[in-house]
């Protein structure tokens, strides 16, 4: 369902300017060869282990002849051994998802799955990822970048609000400041020298695949306390109500505008876009939080319990994102 009013997206053509480099072997009777871009250096590495795990498995199943990378500083010798047909990124955080794996791959003519160079640095880069969403008409919370140690000293914006490293996922960082808090956060010294501060925005978490030009359904995160990494990831730390138990009017929103962020931002293949929802507001109350280039492929993970909801089995999901696959994204 469209909305009538709300955010403008022209359709992602990136199909049209970008032809797509064709997969060896999909035409013929040897399975191709794919690489399946697991772990890395990135605070998400174990969840990356995971969901790359899960990929390899599932295509292995769909027909694949599958070789399980993990991704490190020797990952361009790795690919020069394996001479895979495609990569299968499942990579999270930096390095794998914020362009920097993608731009190796470009250069080495290797067809991948998920965003390009761009679209995945911009998606990283929450502060600019909130430009684009400006830009296209979609609602954000206000927000600011700070250096940490100003931060630490003193509030920079009127509780409650939330801090984060500007450059990370998963919730890693995350750090709420409620509204009776006399003492700006203690950050930990992990965090970057840059953060974000950004109003809080109550409400239900709500989330929605977008899966090459179609926004699959909403999901409604249901945890006792903070949507953080342990929640995220461990079995029984979050409930998932898949579809989400909301107005049309919301849901429909929801559907548009993740498929509106993920053109705003020239995302390709399947991303997932987070948002915020205070019921006493209607739809006012629903903002974005930010979009995910690379989205989890855990047994706990959103995307692909939102595909297996429409109809999509996981091996179908990873199949098509292979499918999907090519350079100039």
Not at 43 to 70: H, K, N, Q, W
Not at 150 to 156: F, N
Not at 206 to 230: C, E, F, K, N, S
Request: glycine content about 8%.
């Amino acid at each position: 369902m469209a909305l009538k009013t709300g955010p403008q997206c022209a359709p992602n053509n990136g199909a049209a300017m970008c032809p797509k480099q064709k997969v060896a072997g999909m035409s013929s009777r040897t399975p191709p060869k794919v690489a399946v871009l697991m772990g890395g250096p990135s605070a998400e590495r174990e969840v990356s282990l995971s969901s790359g795990r899960e990929c390899a498995t599932a295509l292995r199943d769909a027909g694949y002849e599958v070789v399980e990378i993990d991704a490190g500083t020797d990952l361009p010798a790795q690919l020069a051994s394996v001479r895979p047909d495609v990569a299968f990124n499942a990579l999270h955080g930096r390095w794998g998802e914020d362009g920097c794996v993608q731009g190796l791959l470009e250069w080495l003519r290797i067809p991948y799955t998920h965003s390009g160079v761009l679209a995945s640095a911009l998606a990283m880069d929450k502060e600019r990822t909130k430009a684009a969403y400006r830009a296209a008409g979609l609602p954000v919370v206000a927000s600011v970048l700070a250096p940490a140690a100003e931060v630490r000293a003193r509030h920079v914006m009127a509780p409650p609000y939330v801090v984060k490293p500007n450059n990370e996922g998963s919730s890693v960082g995350i750090y709420i400041v409620h509204a009776a808090a006399d003492a700006p956060p203690d950050l930990s010294p992990d965090m970057p020298d840059l953060v974000m501060v950004e109003a809080y925005a109550p409400g239900r978490e709500l989330t929605t695949t977008v899966m090459g030009d179609r926004a699959l359904t909403v999901t409604d995160i249901l945890t006792d306390g903070w949507y953080d990494y342990d929640a995220k990831y461990t079995p029984g730390g979050s409930h998932h109500v898949v579809p989400a138990d909301l107005p049309p009017k919301i849901f429909a929103a929801c559907l548009d505008y993740a498929l509106c962020a993920h053109r705003a931002l020239g995302c390709r293949g399947v991303s997932r876009t987070d948002f915020r929802w205070d019921a006493a507001r209607g739809l006012a109350g629903l903002v974005l939080l930010e979009t995910n280039t690379q989205p989890g492929m855990t047994p706990t993970s959103l995307t692909p319990e939102q595909a297996a909801r429409v109809g999509i089995s996981f091996p179908d999901l990873c199949d098509w994102m292979i499918k999907d696959a090519s350079c100039n994204r």
